[in-house]
């Protein structure tokens, strides 16, 4: 089966580039779709298909895909972006896969 | 607006049956896919399951084959979740997402809470 693995936590300066990573076999030959998850919320979907953003995302949110590693990009990293995030892709195997997500501390 | 709102959670001894379900509005639920991710105390998403636009094509994580059962019901802009013989690892938040036409899961609900315990 399909595994998608994420760091468990970033930190980042405030006003800094935060970078979460997400490995995964030949990744870049599919489509990551990233989200973002404040405590006691539902996620949200931050960044699709690598790197397209939906309609109300700030622009500082960003990502990019080759390889073996998917990227999502904050930069000018807010208090209010403090999250977890997890990125997800299908899976012709395993339908759809989530990362193990990744704790994001703005400091 | 568009929204998605659950229902059905609650609290069940582990063998027992649930159901749940997820009322959409402002969108032709009818052209989406749709699905359920959980997310157990203190832990990442979890995918569950999906279901086509028509309900033809349906996947399951392996963590509930044969015991849960995706459905809906495009007439009342409805989607469900039998979940059957479950187990205190099912414990945990429920939500049904909508998956847009590039792939992502554009919408989410607030999510039902499961707790299995006897």
């Known amino acids: 089966s399909y595994e998608l693995t994420q760091p468990l936590s970033v930190s980042v300066a405030l006003g800094q580039t935060a970078r979460i990573t997400c490995g995964g076999n030949n990744i870049g030959s599919k489509n990551v779709h990233w989200y973002q998850q404040k405590p006691g919320q539902a996620p949200v979907l931050v960044i699709y298909r690598d790197s397209n953003r939906p309609s109300g995302i700030p622009e500082r949110f960003s990502g990019s895909n080759s390889g073996n590693t998917a990227t999502l990009t904050i930069s000018r990293a807010q208090a209010g972006d403090e999250a977890d995030y997890y990125c997800q892709v299908w899976d012709s195997s395993t339908a759809v896969v989530f990362g193990g997500g990744t704790k994001l501390t703005v400091l | 607006q568009v929204q998605l709102v659950e229902s059905g959670g609650g609290l069940v001894k582990p063998g027992g049956s649930l159901r749940l379900s997820c009322a959409a509005s402002g969108f032709t639920f009818s052209d989406y896919y749709m699905s359920w991710i959980r997310q157990a105390p203190g832990k990442g998403l979890e995918w569950v399951s999906y279901?086509?636009?028509?309900?033809?094509?349906?996947y399951y994580a392996d963590s509930v084959k044969g015991r849960f059962t995706i459905s809906r019901d495009n007439a009342k802009n409805s989607l469900y979740l039998q979940m059957n013989s479950l187990r205190a690892e099912d414990t945990a938040v429920y939500y049904c997402?909508?998956?847009?036409?590039?792939?992502?899961?554009?919408?989410w609900g607030q999510g039902t809470t499961v707790t299995v315990s006897s």
């Open positions: 997402a909508r998956v847009g036409t590039p792939g992502g899961m554009d919408v």
């Open positions: 279901i086509s636009s028509s309900g033809s094509t349906i």
